[in-house]
Structure formats: structure tokens, C-alpha cells
């Protein structure tokens, strides 16, 4: 009796302790995220977005079925990202699945709403073919919403998710000013940077004057690529948003290349002697690099003429980039000329370089003439990490801090007239990223330029690979039989044993 109480109490006591577990895991979740980048930990930024929701926030994902391994994890990582958005919005979030494949109404309105079928490859029965799939999001609030046509692997879910809410949640976006009346780009000519940033702010072409202040309802200004020379008294108006507490971008070339002559130049617009009283110095020199992008040299030969193209070290191309958030996931951005800068400045002030040469890179003084068949040596290129990008803050003008990005080509992300020109990637998104960092307070732009690591697995031989699929069937087999004749064996051998123990 005693017994068979103390079994009952014991299960008894294992029951309500899993009722109160489930409980508990009910009330409070708890989750453990093993991911090296902590890709299903949701940042503080999102976490921010999430809490002062005001409004319920709808996300349709428009996911096909049966797709590869490596496609298929991105539905799997999406769902269990927005398990977390849901769980943190405390309902606020409600999210649903569809797959357009099932239906020919749901692809049209997936198609309706923005999300566009991909061509992805499907091995089947080791032959490659062709398919269909949506693998993309609307994310709504009320009657608007905003559109993530696909998800890329590899790409940050939280940022495109994150992004989308705060533009739908938020009526007020900051405002940029476009610095206007130099012989600076409009916001037409740099129209790819333009669509990432209308995402978050209001970017407005602003005429700078000689009298007016510049209107304080500018978060930041951005000065990009002036071509005439900027008056002292236009200065003094940058220096009083500085010492205001703004932000600047200012991007512009102290050299000029002209291949029509061929000779390269230094250009002077006023800014020099600005920035030098603010102890940055941008030298008017070329930097040359052995990593750096191809001029088409045209050649005649006979009755033909031959285009051949040839590197130009006076056109580096950056991939040394520093630890920073501005230039995080960046691999490389291409420079039309470029110089380097240097900083002096006194305590005030602090300065960030941020992106840097090849460790084969060197200068030229101006004015130079462009030998495009010159043989370069290693003896040209004598110094490496040549800053090209910088962060200047602190006491940059008055008692108030500010900050400051200089990047010593005002070319990068400008597209110019013409619609169809189309700049590398990387090249708009050190624009945005560096427009985002000085005027998002979120955070958000740790989110954009997160790094996702990724692992591909290897191509391996049709012959290797059939030997894998059969060694897969055919060793579990033997395993269970070898475990059973073992086991088999182990059982004779016992009663082989008892057997042979006498009695007497």
C-alpha cells in the first residue's frame, strides 16, 4: 500500500509539474537563439517599432511549396521571424502564408499586389529544370500598404520587415536637404539613392543663400559633387546649421580627370580652406591603385578599330573597409578619381576613417598627363590604406556637437541625366547608408547592414554523388542487422552461460 502511494504522489507530482511548465511557456516566452549572427533575436530598433505600434499591422507572405533545400530556408527563417514579431507586438503583428501555386485567383493577386514570380532551378532525379515561385511579403496597415517583392538569400529579413512598418506607422518622415545652386546633381540624377531613401526621409533640393539660415527643419544636409566655387558668406550659413546641432554629407572631387585632353587637374571650390580650419585636409592629388576599374582603349589595325580594355589605376575601386555601420556588408564601391585625406585637428574634435585603399595604392600630384599604356611597377604604388572616407565630429562649428561624413569623390552615386545609367550597388548604398546613419536615431541601419553569413555546399561529382545517395540507403540497413546479430550473439553467449552453471 505504501508503495503503490508513494508511485502515485511521485506522478502526481511529475503531472502538475508539466501542467505548470506549460503554464508558465504559455504566459512567458522564452526562446534560445543559437544562430552565430543571432539572425531570429530581434534588435532593439525593431524592438522600439514594435512597442509604439498604434495600429494592427498585417503581413501576407507569398510563399511557394515544394522549392529546393536552399530556397526553402527562407520560408522557414521568415516564419519563425515573425513568431517573434507577433510574439513582441503582443498581437499587434498577425502574419499569414499563402501559396500563389495553389490557386490561379491567389497568383493574381499576389501579382496584383506587387510580388512577381521568380525562375529558380529544381534538380529532380539529378536533371535540372525550371520553376515558378513567389517568394515575397506585403506588409499592411489599414488601407496602405508596402510591398517586399522578394526576399534575396542570404539578405536581412529583419531590416526589409522593419523598414516596411516603420514607413507605414510613422506619417512624419525627417526632411534632407539637397544642397542646390552650385552645379550639384538634382535629386533626378541620383535617382537609384533617391528610391532607398524616400523609403525613410524627405529628400528636398535647398537653394543655400548668402542670407537665409538653413531651416532647422532639416535633420541633415547633403552636399554632393558642386561644380562652381561656394561663396564664404554660403559658408557661414553651414557653419551655423553645424553649430545648430546638424548633420552634413559632403562629397566632392579635389581632382578632375579629363580624357578628351588626357590630363588630370586639382579643382578648388572654397571648401578646402573650410575644411582645413576644421583640421581635415583633402590633398589634391590623384590616388592610383593596383585594385582599380578598366578604361576601353580604341586602337586602329588595318581597316578595323580594336577596343581593348585596360586598367586605370586613377579609377580605385574600395574594398578595405572599416568596422563601421555605414560601410558594414560593403565589398566594393567604385571611385571616378579620388584623394586622400588627412586629419589634423585638435582635441574637439574626433575623426573616423572608414574606408581606406588597397595595400598597393599611392598618389600623384597635380596637374599629370594620363599615359594609358604606361607599364606600372610595384615601385609606383608605395603606400597602402590611403583614407578616402572619413567621420569628423564633435565642436565642428560653435559649442554644439555635430557630424560630418567627407568622402573625397563627388561622383560616386550620382546617375547623371540619362535614366538608364545604373551604378553599383554598393556605390548607392554607401550614400544611403551614410544619410541613414547621420539622421536615423532608430538604429535601423545596424539592421540594413547586418552580415549574413553564407555556406554553400560544394558541386560534387555525378559519380560521388551516387555513391553518397546508396551509401545513405544501404548503411542504416547494416547497422540494424550488424546491431541485431550482435545483440543475437550477446543473448547465446548468456545462455550458453547459464547452461554450463551447475547446481549442485
Known amino acids: 500500500?505504501?508503495?503503490?502511494?508513494?508511485?502515485?504522489?511521485?506522478?502526481?507530482?511529475?503531472?502538475?509539474?508539466?501542467?505548470?511548465?506549460?503554464?508558465?511557456?504559455?504566459?512567458?516566452?522564452?526562446?534560445?537563439?543559437?544562430?552565430?549572427?543571432?539572425?531570429?533575436?530581434?534588435?532593439?530598433?525593431?524592438?522600439?517599432?514594435?512597442?509604439?505600434?498604434?495600429?494592427?499591422?498585417?503581413?501576407?507572405?507569398?510563399?511557394?511549396?515544394?522549392?529546393?533545400?536552399?530556397?526553402?530556408?527562407?520560408?522557414?527563417?521568415?516564419?519563425?521571424?515573425?513568431?517573434?514579431?507577433?510574439?513582441?507586438?503582443?498581437?499587434?503583428?498577425?502574419?499569414?502564408?499563402?501559396?500563389?501555386?495553389?490557386?490561379?485567383?491567389?497568383?493574381?493577386?499576389?501579382?496584383?499586389?506587387?510580388?512577381?514570380?521568380?525562375?529558380?532551378?529544381?534538380?529532380?532525379?539529378?536533371?535540372v529544370k525550371q520553376q515558378k515561385a513567389y517568394l515575397g511579403a506585403v506588409v499592411s496597415m489599414g488601407e496602405r500598404k508596402e510591398v517586399i517583392p522578394f526576399f534575396e538569400?542570404?539578405?536581412?529579413?529583419?531590416?526589409?520587415?522593419?523598414?516596411?512598418?516603420?514607413?507605414?506607422?510613422?506619417?512624419?518622415?525627417?526632411?534632407?536637404?539637397?544642397i542646390q545652386g552650385h552645379g550639384e546633381p538634382s535629386p533626378s540624377e541620383i535617382y537609384q539613392a533617391l528610391e532607398e531613401l524616400n523609403v525613410h526621409f524627405n529628400l528636398e533640393p535647398y537653394q543655400l543663400t548668402d542670407t537665409s539660415a538653413i531651416p532647422g527643419r532639416f535633420k541633415t544636409i547633403a552636399l554632393i559633387r558642386p561644380k562652381d566655387t561656394i561663396p564664404p558668406s554660403q559658408l557661414a550659413r553651414l557653419d551655423e546649421f553645424l553649430a545648430s546641432g546638424g548633420n552634413m554629407l559632403l562629397a566632392f572631387d579635389r581632382v578632375e580627370g579629363d580624357f578628351s585632353v588626357p590630363m588630370g587637374r586639382s579643382l578648388s571650390y572654397g571648401l578646402e580652406e573650410w575644411l582645413q580650419r576644421k583640421g581635415i585636409a583633402v590633398s589634391e592629388s590623384f590616388i592610383i591603385d593596383t585594385k582599380c576599374g578598366f578604361v576601353t582603349l580604341q586602337q586602329q589595325q588595318g581597316n578595323f578599330i580594336m577596343s581593348t580594355q585596360i586598367q586605370f589605376p586613377y579609377l580605385p575601386i574600395i574594398s578595405n573597409f572599416a568596422n563601421n555601420p555605414i560601410t558594414r556588408g560593403l565589398e566594393s564601391v567604385s571611385l571616378q578619381f579620388a584623394s586622400p585625406i588627412n586629419f589634423a585637428g585638435d582635441s574637439t574634435k574626433k575623426f573616423t576613417p572608414i574606408a581606406f585603399s588597397s595595400e598597393r595604392s599611392g598618389t600623384i600630384k597635380t596637374p599629370l598627363y594620363f599615359d594609358v599604356q604606361k607599364n606600372w611597377t610595384q615601385s609606383d604604388f608605395p603606400s597602402s590604406n590611403l583614407v578616402v572616407a572619413g567621420i569628423l565630429e564633435g565642436k565642428l562649428a560653435g559649442n554644439t556637437d555635430s557630424r560630418m561624413i567627407i568622402i573625397s569623390d563627388g561622383d560616386f552615386a550620382v546617375n547623371g541625366p540619362q535614366r538608364g545609367a545604373q551604378l553599383p550597388k554598393d556605390n548607392v548604398s554607401l550614400l544611403v547608408n551614410a544619410i541613414d546613419w547621420l539622421s536615423d536615431e532608430t538604429g535601423l541601419i545596424d539592421l540594413r547592414t547586418k552580415e549574413v553569413t553564407s555556406r554553400p555546399l560544394k558541386e560534387i561529382p555525378d559519380a560521388r554523388r551516387s555513391f553518397l545517395k546508396w551509401f545513405n540507403f544501404i548503411a542504416p540497413v547494416i547497422m540494424i542487422i550488424a546491431y541485431g546479430i550482435t545483440r543475437w550473439q550477446i543473448n547465446r553467449n548468456k545462455r550458453i552461460k547459464r547452461m554450463e552453471v551447475s547446481y549442485e
Open 153 to 178: 538569400p542570404g539578405a536581412e529579413m529583419e531590416y526589409s520587415l522593419s523598414s516596411a512598418i516603420k514607413k507605414l506607422s510613422v506619417t512624419d518622415k525627417p526632411s534632407i536637404a539637397l
Open 1 to 127: 500500500m505504501g508503495k503503490t502511494y508513494k508511485i502515485s504522489t511521485a506522478i502526481g507530482l511529475v503531472v502538475l509539474i508539466i501542467i505548470i511548465i506549460n503554464i508558465l511557456a504559455h504566459i512567458y516566452s522564452f526562446r534560445l537563439d543559437l544562430t552565430e549572427n543571432r539572425e531570429y533575436t530581434l534588435s532593439r530598433p525593431t524592438r522600439n517599432i514594435l512597442k509604439n505600434l498604434d495600429n494592427p499591422v498585417t503581413i501576407t507572405a507569398y510563399f511557394s511549396k515544394d522549392l529546393p533545400p536552399h530556397i526553402i530556408n527562407i520560408s522557414t527563417s521568415l516564419r519563425d521571424l515573425l513568431v517573434e514579431y507577433s510574439t513582441r507586438s503582443k498581437g499587434m503583428v498577425v502574419y499569414r502564408f499563402v501559396n500563389p501555386n495553389e490557386k490561379e485567383d491567389i497568383e493574381q493577386e499576389a501579382v496584383k499586389n506587387g510580388i512577381q514570380p521568380v525562375m529558380i532551378n529544381v534538380r529532380e532525379k539529378d536533371q
